[in-house]
């Protein structure tokens, strides 16, 4: 009888006491207190950056670093490696930051080959049709630009 009623309360203890469901809750208390500490940690490195960016000296390294921005009345120098140095790239040749600026009034100063067929084409009608070589003609040609 002892062996029995030791039987039927192990029985009882395990069906009605959820013993398993708290193994499974430990651990995901246990993942969870792990998350916890790892987003806290993130908090803090991403509170300090906040409080980096806040500053002038901070901003102003990042834009010149990363973006090549300089404070007004400052000039700029750009020191690139030697030719046949290796790891040098050339740069662009067809980049227009290479070249100096270009009035719009200065087109028929480009080379051959820098405005395209129908552009050209389109140019060269709308030069004929705004009048030539008169004040009105440059004027037109000149506001052309803004189309």
Do not use: C
């Not at 207190?33 to 803090?44: E, F, K, M, N, V």
């Not at 020191?79 to 087109?107: E, H, Q």
């Amino acid at each position: 009888m002892l062996a029995g009623s030791v039987v039927l309360t192990a029985v009882v203890l395990v069906a009605w006491f959820p013993a398993g469901a708290l193994v499974s809750e430990r651990r995901a208390l246990s993942a969870t207190s792990a998350a916890l500490a790892q987003l806290q940690a993130q908090d803090r490195a991403l509170r300090t950056e906040s409080t980096k960016l806040s500053s002038p000296t901070e901003i102003a390294r990042i834009a010149r670093q990363q973006f090549g921005l300089i404070v007004p009345g400052q000039l700029a120098y750009q020191v690139l490696a030697p030719p046949g140095t290796p790891g040098r790239s050339d740069p662009y040749a067809g980049d227009p930051a290479n070249a100096a600026p270009v009035s719009p009034s200065a087109a028929a100063e480009l080379p051959p080959g820098t405005l395209t067929p129908s552009v050209a084409g389109h140019h060269a009608a709308r030069s004929a049709a705004s009048g030539g070589s008169g004040l009105l003609g440059r004027v037109l040609r000149t506001l052309e630009f803004w189309r």
